[in-house]
């Protein structure tokens, strides 16, 4: 089966996973956070050469306190745990705001060695653009074209994750929202990745 | 029900419906004129107040002459017909090129009035962007967000498709190719995109 050199992901639904619990919204992120580890593993076992992950955009934090704190939370777990599992981490996003954890400045420059986890955390699509009239290259110069990008929770749309290195991506979507993450999701994107043809437009 | 605003289409499969049917690739872009004004009517009783089409891109043009050729043409016709229709036709590309179509060099800037067509001839994700760094404002600057993006042919991609404009756009995948285009597929799409939440990340 022929892998996907760079796959994206984006673990959307926690909210609404709580909610159909019961539960505050706030409390559906620190659900996301197990799912998250267990695919990180499957990615390395696979050896995928890089992933890219959504943690949180500067959009989302216009959200209630509430939860942004919780969200912020929950992305600083995944981070220092990929990080101590073993992964070349690179946390893309913009540091200059009071949104962005401090305990992740340490990775806007990418540290650590294996499996290239590029993390998005204070992520802005026109943060990362302003890079180009700014400074001449993408904010996210660092990461690489993606091949394949795979979205939990049944929304079909990008939401603003990394536009340039989205462009040929093929976009698979699963109905289901991240909390309820299994292996399968990923097993079926993959083999359906395989089926897809490779033209790039020419 | 809530119409968007702002649609993209990209009628992918012109050259496997030629395929199918025994006849070379070249001659299915013919075939896909007719379901464009179709849908381009459609749009303008539906009062949509803008459109963006994928008609060719500088990738594209790396396929044999036949090829180029007869997408060419099939570009200019639309373009043609739809401005004699009554639109306010904006062509978006790179007409520094031999690729570029002569006969559209005067709808580099918008003419007509009506629904706003967008049209993306000799268009490239590349060419629009490095406008940022040349002028400080994207080559499709006059082309505005997205809402929703139909495409034909069954690929989940977006091929490069105005990727600034595209951050939030609902992606909507018909399977059948674009010859076969029927409008219950646009209904379709339209139901769809009238169920999705609009949070824009907050």
Redesign the interface.
């Given at each position: 089966m022929r892998l996907p050199r760079h796959v994206g992901f984006i673990p959307d639904g926690n909210r609404r996973w709580a909610s159909a619990r019961g539960m505050a919204k706030e409390d559906g992120y620190a659900h996301g956070l197990a799912p998250a580890l267990q695919l990180f593993d499957r990615c390395r076992e696979l050896g995928i050469d890089e992933v890219s992950v959504y943690g949180f955009?500067q959009?989302?934090t216009?959200?209630p306190s509430a939860q942004t704190h919780r969200f912020r939370e929950a992305c600083v777990d995944f981070a220092l745990e990929a990080s101590r599992r073993g992964a070349a981490l690179l946390v893309v996003g913009d540091d200059s705001s009071a949104q962005f954890p401090p305990a992740l400045a340490r990775f806007r420059r990418r540290q650590g060695s294996g499996m290239k986890v590029n993390f998005l955390v204070n992520y802005g699509?026109q943060w990362d653009?302003d890079g180009?009239?700014a400074q001449?290259s993408l904010r996210s110069a660092d990461v690489t074209r993606l091949e394949l990008i795979v979205r939990w929770g049944g929304?079909?749309?990008?939401?603003?994750f990394l536009?340039?290195q989205?462009?040929?991506?093929?976009?698979?979507v699963v109905d289901d929202l991240w909390p309820d993450y299994r292996p399968a999701h990923f097993t079926q994107a993959l083999q359906w990745f395989d089926r897809?043809?490779r033209t790039?437009?020419?």
């Open positions: 955009t959009d989302n216009r959200r699509w653009l180009l009239t001449g929304a079909r749309r990008l939401s603003g536009p340039v989205s462009v040929y991506a093929d976009f698979f897809q043809d790039l437009g020419g």
